[in-house]
């Protein structure tokens, strides 16, 4: 056998296939390194990342429906306790409204109850000082004389006054002393208290004694005071900053039923029924009054209602999608 052997040729049997186009066979990973190409571990690390992204996507859906859904309940439920608050914010309104109705009426009747119970008073006031209008009160009537002689000594004083009066005309039907008030010194003797039988003979008593000038020195000390009620004499005493501007000023006044102040001045009478309307007269005529206060009792006074009721909206609340 020679060295050289002669070629053998091969011939495709179908000559088209052998100049047909040839498939791209996979290289290797030597080959696409060497062609600039990415590796295999690149591409594993790519198709990691898109299934990382895939992954996460899916979970923040999932989270945001999660978190939809607790949001829609929580919602709910706080609607649904809004409503509560509401329906119970009406009853409670309303009910406060029938209160105010109830306190109203019951204001209304107050008042009326407390003007008849004021008409009383003044009607038994006005009875227990008519049942002394016949009672005259004296001070000033030394411890020295006793009681077996204040009669005679009531008496004297009388005529001393009106010595016109016959003396079967002055008759006293009983007479004594009463209690002294606490804050009095134990030296100021105690006042002395009789009921005169003629009342005629006792306004005449008061009105000589008020204006007489020359009463004997015996009887120099002895002031004439009109009996009256502890009730008047409280309320008399509510007026005593004006009673004494109106003497300060000479002006003339008296008083009336029930306790009222009736003054006289140029030509005209004021009644005053209160120490502010008092006041406030003696201030339009440019006279000041210090230190005085109306003791008038207060009265009930209505609510008004500051509050519109509003009735709660009920709203369905949206299901979770």
Do not use: C
């Amino acid at each position: 056998m020679s060295q050289h052997r002669a070629k053998k040729t091969v011939e495709p049997k179908d000559k088209s296939a052998f100049f047909a186009a040839r498939k791209p066979q996979p290289k290797t990973a030597g080959q696409q390194n060497q062609d600039g190409a990415e590796s295999e571990t690149d591409s594993d690390q790519a198709a990691g990342t898109g299934l990382n992204k895939q992954t996460l996507q899916h979970m923040l859906d999932d989270l945001a429906r999660k978190m939809q859904s607790t949001f829609h309940t929580a919602i709910a439920d706080l609607r649904r306790d809004i409503a509560d608050l509401g329906s119970r914010t009406s009853h409670l309104e309303g009910r406060m409204e029938e209160f105010v109705t109830a306190h109203d009426s019951m204001a209304d009747k107050m008042e009326d109850i407390e003007s008849r119970l004021e008409r009383y008073e003044n009607k038994v006031m006005d009875m227990e000082d008519r049942s002394r209008r016949n009672n005259l009160r004296l001070r000033g009537i030394l411890e020295e004389v006793h009681q077996q002689e204040l009669t005679a000594y009531a008496i004297e004083f009388f005529h001393s006054l009106l010595p016109d009066i016959p003396t079967d005309m002055l008759i006293i039907d009983r007479i004594h002393r009463v209690a002294k008030p606490a804050h009095l010194p134990p030296s100021t003797p105690r006042d002395v208290l009789m009921r005169v039988h003629y009342f005629h003979i006792k306004e005449q008593i008061s009105k000589t004694h008020r204006n007489s000038r020359n009463v004997p020195e015996k009887f120099k000390d002895i002031s004439i005071y009109t009996d009256l009620s502890a009730e008047t004499l409280k309320r008399r005493r509510t007026y005593r900053n004006i009673t004494e501007t109106l003497r300060q000023r000479n002006l003339q006044y008296r008083w009336g039923y029930p306790v009222k102040l009736l003054i006289n001045k140029d030509g005209k009478t004021h009644v005053i029924t209160s120490t502010a309307e008092g006041t406030d007269l003696l201030q339009s005529w440019g006279i000041t009054v210090n230190n005085t206060q109306n003791v008038g009792q207060p009265r009930g006074s209505k609510i008004q209602g500051d509050w519109r009721a509003i009735k709660a909206r009920r709203t369905t609340p949206r299901t979770a999608q």
